[in-house]
Nanobody, 124 residues
Framework: QVQLVESGGGLVQAGGSLRLSCVASGLTFNRYAMGWFRQAPGKEREFVAAIKWTGGSTDYADSVKGRFTISRDNAKNTVYLQMNSLKPEDTAVYYC?????????????????WGQGTQVTVSS
């Protein structure tokens, strides 16, 4: 049974940083592309960042480019999202997801498995 468990969310002031982690189990982690998505209150879930199974290729939503960094440690079955210079509009529930796509995956429908989410709240 595949499980993705996020952690690291919390309350932070604008300009601060958080690092989210997502530990995967029940799958061959180094064969999956991974992604982070977020859903703010009253809005649809949106793509944040993606990383290829090798870790050698990444991409980001324009809204987070230059502030967020996605990385992975295949030995630990873990994907990370380092979030710097946080803004109130980054407030959302953040989800990690696993995709069997060979390259990068940007669309929700490309992801097979999802975590339960972790809340990030940025105060102004």
């Amino acid at each position: 049974q595949v499980q993705l468990v996020e952690s690291g969310g919390g309350l932070v002031q604008a300009g601060g940083s958080l690092r989210l982690s997502c530990v995967a189990s029940g799958l061959t982690f180094n064969r999956y592309a991974m992604g982070w998505f977020r859903q703010a209150p009253g809005k649809e879930r949106e793509f944040v960042a993606a990383i290829k199974w090798t870790g050698g290729s990444t991409d980001y939503a324009d809204s987070v480019k230059g502030r967020f960094t996605i990385s992975r440690d295949n030995a630990k079955n873990t994907v990370y999202l380092q979030m710097n210079s946080l803004k109130p509009e980054d407030t959302a529930v953040y989800y990690c997801a696993a995709s069997q796509t060979y390259g990068l995956a940007y669309e929700e429908r490309r992801y097979n498995n999802w975590g339960q989410g972790t809340q990030v709240t940025v105060s102004s």
